[in-house]
């Protein structure tokens, strides 16, 4: 049956085989309780930038630096984004 496959089909194949593996994955650490938090950092010129604390792409509005903690927080409340709780600002 392999045989039959064409090339676009195997890689289709095993796309949907990493996605579902992903979300596996995703589930198991909700479960767990892990869970994905933004992180702000503020950086030495006193400017804060935003990360997620343990991977991903932040949203395009919370890219870049800001001036003001108060915004990230605003953006993150409207949008729903977890944020982790800090132990020094």
Do not use: C, H, W
């Not at 995703?26 to 938090?37: H, S, T």
């Amino acid at each position: 049956m392999d045989a039959n496959k064409t090339p676009y089909d195997r890689v289709m194949e095993r796309s949907l085989e990493k996605k579902a593996a992903a979300k596996e994955r995703k589930e198991e650490r909700i479960e767990q309780g892990i869970v994905n938090k933004l992180v702000i950092e503020r950086g030495p010129a006193g400017l804060y930038s935003t990360r997620y604390s343990m991977r991903g792409a932040v949203p395009d509005e919370l890219k870049g630096l800001f001036t003001r903690k108060e915004r990230i927080l605003a953006i993150a409340e409207r949008r729903g984004i977890e944020i982790e709780t800090e132990t020094n600002s």
